[in-house]
Every structure is written in C-alpha cells, then in structure tokens.
C-alpha cells in the first residue's frame, strides 16, 4: 500500500500548535482538533466519538498494519493541508501557530483524507453498511472526490485534506510566523 510507510527515511509534517507545545502533533486522545467539543456543542462531541470508535473498529478487523488514530499523532502531510484544514476548521486552529516536524528514526506513517471524518461528522444518519464503506475508503486511502458522496440529496464535495498518522519521534524543525488567528488579530 503506498500510503503507509514503515521506514526511518527523513519525512516532514505539519501541526497546528498551541505554543507552550512541546512535541508536534494531535494526539486523538489529548489534543487533537475535534478531541474537544466547542462550547455548547455537546451533539459534535458524541458524533466525534462514533466516527472515531467505528473507524477503529474497522481498522482492527480489516487494517491491522496502519496505525491506530487512537494512539498515533495526527498531523498534515503538507503546509498546503495545513493551510486547507485552517480554511475549512478555522475554529479548531484559533490561536495556533503552524509547526514543522521532522522524523527521526525509525516510524510508522499511513496517510487518509480527513475529509472522510468531516463527512462522517454531518448531522445525518447512516446504515452500518455506508460507515463500513466510508472507513474502508478512509483506510485504504481513496480521496472524498474520488467517490460519489452525496448530502441532502446534494453532491458532496470537498477539498482533500490529507493527514498523516504518525507513530515514531519526531523533532521541530520551525515554528513558523504564520498562526491560526484570523488576520489582524494576531
């Protein structure tokens, strides 16, 4: 599979980070961008933890060899997928600054557009069937634009925002000037 590598070749990823931050990266657990619901937004904190527990529940079945987005740092593979989740999440990198972060040694690395979980996050209702086809396309790295979604009756389109699930030691490279404050407010 192309987008999992198990390697110690140097890779660089990106992170939205607070800046007392000590190492790069979300963990799902601590403090990822959907870890905590916004204020008052309890219902987006339950639909977080079911596209999080069904997608790990399929990887355990089907996908054992890609890391787990429970126990691995979630980060972007790119500035441009950084800068792509800022876009569309503007509320969840509020106050943060962009980070790039080197590998160092030997990892773990799988890359899925996150644009899967945005979609399992609309407020609708889906057949065990459709969440097994959605994790399936998540874990075997198909693109949201690759595959007929609809919404609403609607075509669903979004842009990929492809994240790297990163299991190994990574080292900061830069903190970069560019934050997650909305302009003229930083």
Known sequence: ????????TKIELYAWLDDDAELPGWDILVGNPFGRSLPEDQFTTVQ?????????????????????RLHAL?????????????????????????VRAR??????CS??????????RLPHSLS???????????????LVEEV?????????REPPVIEALFQGTLETVTR???SGWLPGFS
């Open 1 to 8: 599979m192309d987008h999992l590598l198990k390697d110690s």
């Open 48 to 68: 977080n933890y079911f596209a999080e527990y069904h997608l790990e529940y399929f990887r355990q079945r089907l996908y054992r060899q890609f890391p787990s």
């Open 74 to 98: 979630l980060l972007f593979a790119t500035r441009i997928d950084a800068e792509t989740f800022r876009q569309k999440h503007p509320t969840r990198v509020f106050g943060k600054a962009l």
């Open 103 to 108: 590998s160092k040694g030997a990892y773990v």
């Open 111 to 120: 890359f899925h557009d996150s644009s899967w979980l945005d979609y399992l």
């Open 128 to 142: 065990l069937a459709a969440l097994d086809e959605i994790a399936n396309h998540y874990w075997r790295g198909a």
């Open 148 to 156: 007929g979604l609809t919404f609403l009756n609607e075509r669903w």
């Open 176 to 178: 970069r000037a560019e």
